[in-house]
């Protein structure tokens, strides 16, 4: 019948962009992405200098801090951007997100990453000019510093992934990024990452939970060791990663 | 209804307490011989009645220090939060508004928390461009030696600078420890009783940062230049830990910059003991004495 054939066209259109909206996903958080995440250790290549890290033990444990932290203070501005992806809140989160980023090393690896994102975003998804807009606007004033976490969020609130993914991926960036650094530092290897990845991804999940949904004004820091010893990373006599 | 306020201004030249007033539990004392009578600074303690702070205290303060005055805002001895009754949280205020050229140093003993106590605090500095402002912020696990490490139910402390001419944020800080975290039991502090944060803004502190990120860029490099000899001997006896035989360092400091042009200055410092960080304070705040008429730590 009409009315039937026509709610099939509806749900295969539906089912259509579902999938379209897979692939753009699977790239976003694929590790072959050119946006340098993988210069950074987020503070482990310290913390085996300090020995806080000093066995797959001490290993799991400081990653599953670090995306506690990630959590407490960087979900908020992933949710924020997402759920209102546009030029006004994206510049309240970008100047919030520099004050709250204390630690130079930190917010440094922010500005980086967040600025490869968004020039990768801007080259790949055309069909998106609003990203190219924010690119350009960035290049032009400095007081736009392009920070990692809500430049993310208004990537996927544009191509139109919920809030709900946005936040779990950024968490599953971070893991990716730490299980990297882990196996480039030695501490554990490729076979081992991955076993590792997979057992702190139930933990991450809670993590996630606990933390999303939040609004900026509750973003804290929940690792004050985690603050410190990132902030060594410039002290190190020998260092692979750039912080 | 504020429970404390204070205002300093100058008077004849000098810096004056021109307000102040406290209402229960904050009491303010304002001794006049703290510093040499050369120096031009009011020096003004907050006590608590009882010493600490009970469970379902509200105690908020303000403070204003006007144009090319100096003030010390400082306690008689660290703050003790007690337990918590029916999870009634204890939380503190304060808001500071420097004036132009003026310099605040906000400089207490720790913050200590007693097991299952709920503290919260919250800090809100306005500056200007020429203000200058020092704060240390700091908490110990407890009362460590009796065996009460992180074992408190929450700790919250939130630090604002606000800059005057645009109302935009410099400095955004929050912590919070909470039990029900991944960092179950000490927080992620491992062996180390006491965390301290020390913010230093402001062109009446340029000679201060740059001493102070010398001496950590300093301490800190020798300690992890240190490991490198370990390293040598570990490969050498082939050992299979990462930590080439080596404990943790007792302190680990970092600096950090912050703001406009890196005007700011946040040190970050973990600690086995609360008698290391008061050397580092002591040391490391030295130059402060003739600002400030006296020594803050000693």
Redesign the interface.
């Known amino acids: 019948m009409e009315c039937d054939r026509s709610m099939d066209n509806k749900t295969m259109q539906s089912a259509s962009e579902d999938h379209n909206l897979q692939w753009n996903q699977w790239q976003l958080l694929d590790s072959i992405l050119p946006t340098g995440g993988f210069a950074h250790s987020y503070g482990l290549e310290a913390a ?8 797959p033990d001490t290993l799991e ?1 400081h990653i ?2 670090i ?2 932290n990630t959590g ?1 203070l960087l979900l908020p501005y992933v949710y924020k951007a997402t759920i209102s992806p546009n030029m006004e809140t994206w510049f309240e989160l970008d ?2 997100l520099n ?2 980023l ?4 930190s ?1 440094r690896a922010s500005i980086a990453q967040g600025s490869a994102l968004l020039r990768v975003g801007a080259s790949v998804f055309t069909e998106i000019p609003f990203l190219k807009n924010m690119r350009e606007l960035a290049l032009k004033s400095d007081k736009i510093k392009v920070h990692h976490a809500p430049v993310f969020g208004v990537i996927c609130g544009v191509l139109g992934f919920g809030h709900g993914f946005s936040q779990r991926a950024y968490m599953f960036l971070t893991l990716r990024d730490m299980i990297s650094a882990s196996t480039r530092l030695n ?1 554990v290897g490729p076979m081992g990452g991955a076993a590792l990845h997979h057992r702190v991804a139930k ?1 991450a999940e ?2 996630v939970k ?1 933390w999303m949904d939040r609004p900026v004004e509750e ?14 990373h ?5 260092r692979l990663f750039c912080s | 209804m504020e429970s404390g306020l204070a205002v300093v201004d100058k008077v004849g030249g000098r810096s004056t307490l021109t307000r102040c007033f406290a209402k229960y539990p904050l009491k303010l004392i304002s001794p006049t011989k703290v510093g040499s009578c050369k120096s031009d600074v009011v020096w003004v303690y907050m006590v608590s009645f009882g010493g600490g702070m009970v469970s379902g205290d509200h105690v908020s303060c303000a403070m204003s220090v006007g144009d090319d005055c100096t003030a010390v805002l400082t306690t008689q001895a660290s703050t003790k939060v007690y337990r918590a009754v029916d999870s009634k949280s204890s939380d503190q205020s304060l808001q500071v508004r420097v004036g132009c050229n003026a310099l605040v140093a906000v400089l207490p003993h720790p913050v200590t928390c007693f097991a299952t106590a709920k503290y919260k605090q919250k800090q809100v500095f306005s500056v200007s461009r020429s203000s200058s402002l020092v704060v240390v912020d700091w908490v110990t696990s407890g009362r460590y030696e009796c065996g009460e490490k992180w074992a408190f139910n929450s700790y ?1 402390s ?1 630090n604002h600078i606000i800059s005057n001419e645009d109302q ?11 039990q029900g ?3 179950k039991g000490t ?4 062996d ?1 009783q006491v ?1 301290a944060m020390i913010i230093l803004l402001g062109h009446k502190f340029e000679h201060v940062q740059n001493e102070i990120q010398e001496k950590v ?1 300093k301490k ?2 020798e ?3 240190m ?2 000899t370990s390293k040598r001997q570990h490969d050498r006896d082939m050992k299979p ?3 080439y035989g ?4 007792e302190l ?7 703001g406009p042009k890196d005007a700011g200055l ?1 040190i ?3 600690a086995t003991t609360t008698g290391l960080v008061y050397k580092f304070l002591k040391e490391h705040l030295a130059s402060l004495e003739p600002l400030l008429g006296a020594s803050p730590y000693y």
Do not use: W
Not at chain 1, 102 to 105: A, D, F, G, S, Y
């Open positions: 085996v200098q300090t020995r806080l890290v000093s066995d444990t599953t801090h995306l506690e407490s100047r919030t004050a709250t204390t630690n130079e090393k917010r501490l933990s809670g993590l606990r973003a804290c820091q929940t690792g004050p060791l985690l603050d410190v010893v990132q902030g060594c410039g002290y190190l006599f020998t | 919250n939130t935009q944020p410099l400095l955004l800080d929050s912590l919070v420890l909470e975290s991944s960092m927080y992620g502090m491992q180390y965390i860029k800190m490099s300690e992890f230049g490991r490198l830990d990462l930590t080596r404990s943790r360092p680990i400091a970092s600096c950090s910059t912050f946040v970050r410092v973990a």
